[in-house]
């Protein structure tokens, strides 16, 4: 077991450039979240999957952000035109069910110069 | 709407001495209740949950959660900390009726000198 990996690790893009985030959820678990990580803001819920269906995007800013869990192994976040103040630690992390413990990734850093 | 403070940004101890960090909670139902460890540099890592029963959980490396209705209280301690602890450590709540969307504290931060 694996556990949740992420790619990239790193990830500098130039403002107004797209950055595409891939998660690869651990085998059998339902529920797939994303969340934003800064030393400002702390710990940002995102977006949550189960089943690979959409729960709650609530924290997905409106424009420019977006999620999709195509398959059981993989989900992605996909941010166009990124700006300095996407700058953070994207993280995610699976779970067996919505409300069991959750296994996170490393999470992936993505600078925006 | 559930909510969740941990009141100290930052604590910091010796080796050996024992901790208590703050976790208090807000929602009018069923809860779930969860402890993450997260060291630098790493995403987080579980530690224990409560949701029914005994109201103190057993964690990993000697961490135990205590849950209280009353005071609507979390609260993690560890007898004898070692320098190996020091992390940053999230209290979570989730809930059957919010679609167990998570909703983290803003962490806090334990410095353990050795």
């Known amino acids: 077991n694996a556990g949740v990996i992420q790619t990239p690790r790193h990830k500098v893009t130039g403002k107004g450039q797209e950055a595409t985030l891939w998660c690869e959820p651990i085998?059998?678990?339902?529920?797939v979240f994303w969340y934003r990580q800064t030393i400002v803001q702390g710990l940002e819920f995102l977006t949550y999957?189960?089943?690979?269906?959409?729960?709650?995007d609530s924290g997905m800013p409106k424009e420019r952000f977006s999620a999709q869990m195509p398959n059981q192994s993989h989900s992605t976040l996909k941010i166009q035109s990124t700006q300095p103040q996407d700058s953070a630690v994207y993280l995610c992390?699976?779970?067996?069910?919505?409300?069991?413990?959750?296994?996170f990734g490393p999470g992936t850093r993505l600078t925006v110069l | 709407t559930q909510t969740v403070s941990q009141s100290d940004a930052h604590v910091t101890v010796f080796e050996g001495d024992s901790v208590e960090l703050r976790c208090n909670y807000s929602?009018?139902?069923?809860?779930?209740l969860s402890w993450y460890i997260q060291h630098h540099g790493h995403g987080l890592q579980f530690l224990l949950k409560?949701?029914?029963?005994?109201?103190v959980v057993q964690g990993v490396n000697g961490f135990e959660a205590e849950f209280s209705k009353s005071d609507s209280s979390f609260h993690l301690r560890k007898a004898s900390v070692h320098w190996s602890d020091s992390a940053v450590y999230f209290c979570?709540?989730?809930?059957?009726?919010?679609?167990?969307?998570?909703?983290f504290g803003k962490g806090t931060s334990l410095v353990v000198h050795p």
């Open positions: 979570a709540v989730s809930a059957p009726g919010g679609n167990y969307k998570p909703t």
């Open positions: 409560y949701y029914s029963g005994n109201p």
């Open positions: 085998s059998g678990h339902s529920a």
């Open positions: 929602y009018g139902g069923s809860i779930y």
């Open positions: 999957f189960r089943n690979q269906a959409p729960i709650d």
């Open positions: 992390a699976s779970s067996l069910e919505g409300y069991a413990e959750q296994f």
